[in-house]
């Protein structure tokens, strides 16, 4: 009977005969590649073949690459879980004259030491570097844990950072990227009354006023604080002891500070009481009290020749040491019980009482108390 024979099914760009396992339905982008390129319109029964549609997304897998969807640089080596969103990035193609460094992961960049226990350097960091150094860190290089401190390299490791290549080639993502990033940096400065982080804002004058000591003390003391203070997005560890140091020495309000420094009270008080427990726990008992010091130096580096003939025996072995009870004005307590124990008859104001042990050269030894004005 006419029309019983099998059915064919030609390809219909290139109108091969296509075998049932090689022939395949046109979807809708197909049909919009057919009729972009072939003016070729198709019919529901038509069928294209395997090697037809290979072609197709081979094109449109090279059209596509100009515009490829990437992870960014913080999510690029992170666990599926927690990639959150795509972003539209070029291929690298604009050549800047900026140094940059190797990347690899199965060494340091900076002290080429091997891994395993390497980490990936985080987008903060490399930023910081290109600020402080114009370096420019690709995404997914690795070092070791011990030069980064709270996301940020260390002042060692930023100067043992070299580069290897004289020009760096970047994409159009990670140009934007940057600017956003120089601009945010810009406009935190631009709001930013004092600044401690830079050394080149503030003189050494300027330290003494401000904090009461010069600017070498005042790094010296930013060891101790460091690793136990952490940077927040409107202050760093440095502007934290630089509010500290400033509350002691000028005494003024935190609503007043918090004006000076253009940050919230909430947050400058946050940052007065970090310092303060840092400082206690780390600086304190290097620095004061009886176990600090041996006896031998005492007798050795703080005690003058004249206390010694007048107080020794003259064989320079008797630590003699001054013991001096002084007042401390406060402001008045909101505590009724604190208030009451600390409010002095003899001087009709409130205060705390220290005692203050020094050597004869004016060295601090320890300081007791403070006890209540009661006492």
Do not use: W
Request: glycine share 4%; charged share 20%; with cysteine.
């Amino acid at each position: 009977m006419p029309g019983s024979g099998p059915k064919y099914y030609p390809c219909v760009l290139c109108n091969k005969r296509t075998k049932p396992h090689e022939r395949r339905s046109i979807n809708k982008s197909v049909a919009n590649y057919l009729k972009k390129n072939f003016l070729i319109t198709y019919k529901q029964e038509d069928k294209i073949c395997n090697t037809c549609r290979h072609k197709y997304y081979v094109q449109e897998t090279r059209q596509s690459s100009v515009v490829q969807h990437i992870l960014s640089d913080d999510e690029d080596y992170a666990p599926p879980a927690k990639r959150r969103s795509t972003v539209l990035s070029s291929p690298p193609s604009v050549s800047l004259s900026i140094p940059s460094t190797s990347k690899s992961h199965s060494y340091c960049f900076i002290c080429k030491k091997p891994g395993p226990k390497l980490i990936v350097v985080p987008s903060q960091a490399r930023f910081s570097a290109f600020l402080k150094k114009e370096v420019i860190i690709p995404a997914g290089c690795r070092c070791c844990p011990g030069h980064l401190t709270e996301d940020n390299f260390t002042e060692d490791a930023i100067s043992k950072i070299n580069c290897t290549n004289d020009n760096v080639i970047l994409n159009r993502s990670s140009i934007m990227d940057i600017l956003k990033k120089l601009r945010y940096t810009a406009l935190q400065n631009e709001q930013s009354r004092i600044d401690f982080d830079t050394d080149k804002v503030l003189s050494d004058s300027d330290f003494i006023n401000l904090t009461g000591i010069n600017k070498d003390n005042f790094n010296d003391l930013h060891s101790y604080i460091k690793n136990a203070v952490r940077n927040t997005p409107t202050r760093s560890t440095r502007t934290s002891l630089g509010i500290f140091l400033f509350k002691l020495k000028s005494g003024i309000s935190n609503k007043v500070l918090s004006t000076i420094f253009n940050i919230s009270r909430s947050s400058l008080r946050r940052a007065i009481s970090c310092v303060r427990q840092a400082l206690v726990k780390n600086f304190v008992p290097e620095n004061l009290g009886f176990k600090h010091i041996s006896h031998d130096d005492v007798v050795n580096l703080h005690t003058r020749p004249l206390a010694q003939t007048l107080f020794g025996e003259g064989t320079n072995t008797q630590a003699i040491l001054v013991l001096d009870g002084t007042y401390m004005y406060i402001q008045k307590s909101g505590n009724f019980h604190f208030q009451r124990r600390s409010y002095s008859l003899h001087k009709g104001r409130p205060l705390v009482k220290p005692m203050v042990v020094v050597t004869t050269t004016g060295y601090f030894v320890t300081v007791l108390g403070p006890y209540m004005a009661d006492c």
